[in-house]
């Protein structure tokens, strides 16, 4: 699904200012994006629009299937929120189920999926524990395997390593951003690692997007170059691109 903005603008009641003065952004359907930007500087409010835990004042936000039909992005995401929400009585296994069942998936596929799942998460030794006495990293890793077992073509992610070290955060994000195939994935995040394994990164600063560009993976340039235009926009010389320095391969070059 690409997920597409156009204009939005959002106010809290009795807030000044409108927390969100026309957001724009467009991600290919299949890549991941990173939203940055300081705390208070409306990113949990985004995705809440996205994902239609607040209503949308004005402007759009579409996810639109590779044949063209468009749907409200809430109906095909899943959502790893900033606070954890997992039901704090059932196992992991159960907590992850949840998100096939979801998906509309058998008792018995839930029970695959979940097993699976969280293997990717490393937490395999944990799928019979009730979620209240796993720590909060552990619960943050469930929360993440719920989504991915959903099976939806989107991923909205607030923070969903915040809890982490170093070394988990990269496997669980390799989980959720490296294998995503068609998936569309949307993280915010305050750590720069999280946000340079994605493929574009939107910074959030006084209501609107205000720097648009690639992260290391770059894949845009390559695989969606001409499809869209942020897939067009240049890395600017600060964003930390590694890419090398030789020509772009051409479309079907080996
Ligand atoms: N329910 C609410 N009512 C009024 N104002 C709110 C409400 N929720 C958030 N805000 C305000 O809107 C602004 C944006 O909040 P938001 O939670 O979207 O920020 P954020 O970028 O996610 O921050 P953080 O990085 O700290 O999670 C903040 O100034 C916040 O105080
Ligand atoms: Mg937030």
Redesign the pocket.
Known sequence: MRLVARGVTFS??R?PEP?LKGVDFDIPSGHSAAII?P????????LSLIGRLLSMQEGTVEAIAPDGTVRPPYEVASWVF?TISLLPDRTAADNVAIGAYSDGATREEAQSRARDYLGRVGLTPHAEIPTRILSGGEAQRVAIARALASHRPVILAD?PTGQLDAKTSASVLEAMIGAHGERTVLV?T?DPEVADRCDLILE?RDGRVHELREGANGRLSVARAGRSRTAMRKPRPKAKVSKPKTAKPRRGAP
């Open positions: 809290y009641p807030s927390v930007g705390s208070g500087s409306g990113k949990t409010t985004l900033q923070e915010v305050h959030l």
